[in-house]
């Protein structure tokens, strides 16, 4: 492995994935739809009063992006994260060009840390762009007011958006390990439909079992338990240990997924 071919890799795949319908998509839905949501919020008197911070996104904007953040960790995350993983080497499969991709001076070991590099990237700009979006719109359309914190504390919105910032960069790990858990079914089946389909079955699956009474240990062993650790921000006094444990959970699935995924690729017959 050699960081020009990594490189080189990583360059042609974002130049694959800027001319794709679909990546272009999410990216502009990303952007677009927490406007849409602050909008509808403040022509409209009822507030989704079921979810955390869902009373307040009326009285403050800065509710926003916690509101948005509570939503897309159950069901936006895991699609972001698999669109592009779930696809990356499957596509390859698809259309028969892993030989002329071997043929290029590229080893199996730079197509596959470049391929993975970018995969993780576009979940990184996808959720990035939704957060930047979300407080934009909050603060454009409801503004910056105060907010009541999970203690009943009533925080300035300065240090507020600092805590937001924070609880969405909290979610990365997570991401990063469903998009390397998309790469594993990638390379596994082959198939770009089961590479996006079975993440997305489950982390539903992992979110199904959160909220039932099953042992703590296989809950706090699931990927999804990093889109909710953010809560510990919003607290009074805050507490951290629940990022600290899913980060390290999700690094264990990251290291584990794409071992499993690499070794698979260097001993499959392609061509090359």
């Not at 739809?33 to 409209?44: D, G, I, L, N, Y």
């Not at 499993?260 to 090359?272: E, F, N, P, S, W």
Request: glycine share 8%; with cysteine; aromatic share 8%.
């Amino acid at each position: 492995m050699t960081l020009r071919g990594v490189s080189a890799v990583m360059s042609v795949e974002w130049s694959k994935l800027a001319a794709q319908i679909k990546t272009r998509t999410v990216l502009a839905a990303c952007v677009a739809s927490p406007f849409v949501f602050a909008v509808a919020m403040r022509v409209q008197s009822n507030v989704p009063t079921d979810t955390l911070f869902g009373r307040a996104v009326t009285e403050s904007g800065v509710a926003v992006p916690l509101v948005v953040l509570g939503f897309a960790a159950l069901w936006v995350f895991p699609i972001v994260a698999s669109i592009v993983g779930g696809d990356v080497f499957a596509a390859e499969d698809r259309y028969g060009t892993w030989p002329t991709l071997l043929m290029r001076s590229r080893t199996r070991a730079d197509i596959f840390a470049g391929k993975v590099l970018a995969a993780l990237a576009f979940s990184v700009l996808a959720i990035v762009l939704l957060a930047a979006s979300s407080v934009a719109a909050g603060v454009l359309v409801i503004g910056r007011q105060p907010l009541i914190d999970l203690s009943g504390v009533l925080r300035p919105p300065g240090p507020v958006l600092v805590r937001v910032a924070l609880a969405w960069a909290s979610v990365l790990p997570s991401a990063a390990g469903f998009t390397a858990l998309a790469v594993l079914a990638s390379v596994a089946t082959r198939s770009s439909a089961a590479g996006i389909g079975l993440p997305v079955v489950a982390a539903l699956t992992m979110q199904l079992y959160a909220m039932v009474d099953g042992p703590e240990l296989i809950r706090r062993s699931l990927i999804t338990s990093g889109f909710g650790a953010w809560h510990g921000l919003l607290a009074e006094p805050s507490y951290y240990a629940p990022i600290a444990h899913a980060a390290i959970v999700s690094g264990l699935y990251l290291v584990v997924c794409l071992t499993i995924a690499y070794r698979m690729l260097q001993h499959r017959d392609i061509g090359g």
